[in-house]
């Protein structure tokens, strides 16, 4: 882990405010739905998918369009699918909420984290040491 505190801000705290999302995120899929614990952990999550998205905003590793990389295209979406995510619970389009939260987990957290583990990257250094 010392390799990822080397890195300069804000990659620390996005990449372990991520990891605590995939964790978070991992028991809100298995939990039972619009329990009270549902709603807890659904708060926290859309906090820390808010901060991992916002905070890329301050990554140009990857420069194609001046600071910016496709990358930046997927926060955009995940902010505003966090944002109508949380509405359709909020008006009880529960099944459009559903398919906001879980292309979220799947898409944002789960395939862009197996990009972070490619050996030239960080992530992939720490867990496979390459």
Not at 21 to 45: D, E, N, R, S
Not at 85 to 90: L, P, T
Not at 108 to 126: C, D, H, K, W, Y
């Amino acid at each position: 882990m010392d390799l990822l505190f080397l890195e300069s801000r804000p990659i620390p705290s996005h990449a372990l405010t991520a990891l605590a999302a995939v964790l978070v995120g991992g028991v809100q899929l298995m939990i039972a739905k619009g329990t009270p614990q549902h709603k807890v952990l659904g708060y926290i999550w859309v906090s820390l998918m808010m901060y991992v998205s916002i905070s890329s905003f301050f990554i140009s590793e990857i420069q194609l369009w001046g600071a910016y990389s496709p990358i930046h295209l997927l926060s955009i979406w995940t902010v505003l699918t966090l944002c109508t995510g949380v509405y359709f619970a909020g008006v009880g389009n529960i099944k459009a909420h559903q398919l906001n939260m879980q292309l979220l987990y799947g898409l944002a957290l789960i395939l862009t984290g197996l990009f972070t583990l490619l050996p030239n990257r960080v992530m992939g250094q720490i867990f496979f040491g390459t």
